[in-house]
């Protein structure tokens, strides 16, 4: 119950994010990796249970029971954890990566979603705005101070404002479901997204050398080695002890105890192959994380630029611009009442203010999905 109310009441982007990472699917299905790797080292370093044989003839010994064992005394078992150890720490990272990419996707999401909500509360006020005009003009009309077009062309406009309101409600419950798909939980409401400065470039690219994905590809290199150091272990012999117990029955019943020794000799192959795929394959992950950081500058330098350029555009249009728009309109709307501005002049004082309306959320919108494509760049919040 408490939990539902929690829900209920409008989420910030941090609530939004914290949400995410307790119930996204895909992120608890990546950090379920780590738990998996963790058994793989458990399993990596258990031995190998012991092989019992029996044989019974008319030969003497007429009975023979065996007891063979396999003892990684030259480092097998040692290699096998620190190999299992190292996709430990490969899954961690993976984990890390998946969750940048889920806060930068909540950013995106959250702010769509708290935009298109934004439009249809503007759309809704529109058309009541345009429904008021519909009702003036047609008073004016009724008292011979409009024309019949006047009433045709405001009662038209006012049923233009009120489809794209319903548009504009149907694009913002697309936007919630979308969210709430990621989120893992129903949203009720959300607050307005915080609008942070980005930092300086060189600090942005400073920031993005730690990038979890370039974490990732270093673990990786360093998993590889650590196989290429199990496959040379690998042709280390693997001493397999025998206890034999017999039994005699020529000339009289007896009983002996024999022990041996075996293991594999490397004369025909050294394991060299394989030792070489892994040094190739960590020599990939170095070289992958190369192209990946001079990637992920790009990004950065792109996206910087981005949302200094939309929040540019956002001061504008949401400050001096949109108040002006406004007054112009109330001026209109004033003339046209005592007849002393054409209905032309209102809906066009209308269609301005929409306009910069509209203008104004978009440029929002777009400097906050540039501070995602900042965040993923990074693989960090900001």
């Given at each position: 119950?408490?939990f539902a109310?929690?829900?209920a009441?409008?989420?910030?982007?941090?609530?939004?994010r914290a949400?995410?990472?307790?119930?996204n699917?895909?992120?608890l299905a990546t950090?379920?990796?780590i738990?998996?790797?963790?058994a793989?080292?458990?399993?990596?370093?258990?031995?190998?249970?012991?092989?019992?044989?029996?044989?019974?003839g008319?030969?003497?010994?007429?009975?023979?029971?065996?007891?063979d064992?396999?003892?990684?005394i030259?480092g097998?078992?040692?290699?096998a954890?620190?190999?299992?150890?190292a996709?430990?720490?490969?899954?961690e990272?993976?984990?890390?990566?998946?969750?940048?990419?889920?806060?930068?996707?909540?950013?995106?999401?959250?702010c769509a979603s708290?935009a298109?909500?934004?439009q249809?509360?503007?759309?809704?006020n529109?058309?009541?705005?345009?429904?008021?005009?519909?009702d003036?003009?047609?008073?004016?009309?009724?008292?011979?101070?409009?024309?019949?077009?006047e009433?045709?062309?405001?009662?038209l406009a006012s049923?233009?404002?009120?489809?794209?309101?319903?548009?504009?409600?149907?694009?913002?419950?697309?936007?919630?479901?979308?969210?709430?798909?990621?989120?893992?939980?129903?949203v009720?409401g959300?607050?307005?997204p915080?609008?942070?400065?980005?930092?300086?470039?060189?600090?942005?690219?400073?920031?993005?050398?730690?990038h979890?994905?370039?974490?990732?590809?270093?673990r990786q290199?360093?998993?590889?080695?650590?196989?290429a150091?199990?496959?040379?272990a690998?042709i280390?012999?693997l001493?397999?002890l025998?206890i034999?117990?017999q039994?005699?029955?020529?000339?009289?019943?007896?009983?002996?105890?024999?022990?041996?020794?075996?293991?594999?000799?490397?004369?025909?192959?050294?394991?060299r192959?394989?030792?070489?795929?892994?040094?190739?394959?960590?020599?990939?992950?170095?070289?992958?994380?190369?192209?990946?950081?001079?990637?992920l500058?790009?990004?950065?330098?792109?996206?910087r630029a981005?949302?200094?350029?939309?929040?540019?555009?956002?001061?504008?249009?949401?400050?001096?611009?949109?108040?002006s728009?406004?007054?112009?309109?109330?001026?209109?709307?004033a003339?046209?009442?005592?007849?002393?501005?054409?209905?032309?002049t209102?809906?066009?004082?209308?269609?301005d203010?929409?306009?910069?309306?509209?203008?104004?959320?978009?440029?929002?919108?777009?400097?906050?999905?540039?501070?995602a494509?900042?965040?993923?760049?990074?693989?960090?919040?900001?």
């Amino acid at each position: 119950m408490l939990f539902a109310l929690l829900v209920a009441a409008p989420l910030s982007l941090g609530e939004a994010r914290a949400l995410a990472d307790r119930r996204n699917g895909g992120l608890l299905a990546t950090q379920a990796g780590i738990e998996v790797a963790r058994a793989g080292v458990e399993a990596a370093g258990q031995l190998v249970n012991p092989t019992l044989s029996a044989s019974y003839g008319k030969d003497d010994p007429k009975l023979q029971v065996g007891l063979d064992f396999k003892v990684p005394i030259f480092g097998q078992r040692g290699a096998a954890v620190a190999s299992a150890e190292a996709q430990v720490g490969v899954a961690e990272a993976d984990a890390l990566v998946e969750r940048a990419r889920l806060h930068a996707a909540v950013r995106r999401l959250y702010c769509a979603s708290w935009a298109a909500s934004e439009q249809a509360q503007l759309a809704e006020n529109a058309a009541r705005i345009a429904a008021e005009l519909a009702d003036m003009a047609a008073e004016r009309f009724r008292t011979g101070s409009a024309a019949q077009i006047e009433v045709e062309q405001s009662a038209l406009a006012s049923r233009r404002a009120q489809q794209d309101k319903l548009d504009r409600d149907a694009e913002a419950a697309a936007a919630r479901r979308e969210l709430e798909a990621t989120l893992g939980a129903p949203v009720d409401g959300l607050e307005p997204p915080p609008r942070p400065d980005a930092p300086a470039e060189d600090e942005l690219l400073q920031r993005a050398r730690q990038h979890p994905e370039l974490q990732a590809l270093r673990r990786q290199e360093d998993a590889a080695l650590t196989r290429a150091d199990e496959e040379r272990a690998a042709i280390r012999p693997l001493p397999i002890l025998s206890i034999i117990a017999q039994r005699y029955e020529d000339p009289a019943v007896s009983f002996g105890l024999r022990g041996g020794i075996a293991f594999d000799l490397p004369l025909l192959s050294l394991n060299r192959g394989r030792v070489h795929e892994q040094e190739q394959t960590a020599n990939r992950a170095e070289v992958q994380a190369r192209a990946t950081l001079q990637r992920l500058t790009g990004q950065v330098r792109a996206a910087r630029a981005r949302w200094a350029a939309a929040s540019a555009r956002a001061t504008f249009y949401g400050g001096a611009f949109l108040q002006s728009a406004r007054r112009i309109l109330e001026m209109a709307r004033a003339g046209y009442r005592i007849g002393r501005t054409s209905l032309i002049t209102v809906l066009q004082a209308q269609s301005d203010l929409s306009s910069a309306n509209s203008r104004a959320l978009d440029a929002t919108l777009e400097a906050q999905k540039a501070l995602a494509d900042l965040e993923e760049a990074i693989g960090a919040d900001l």
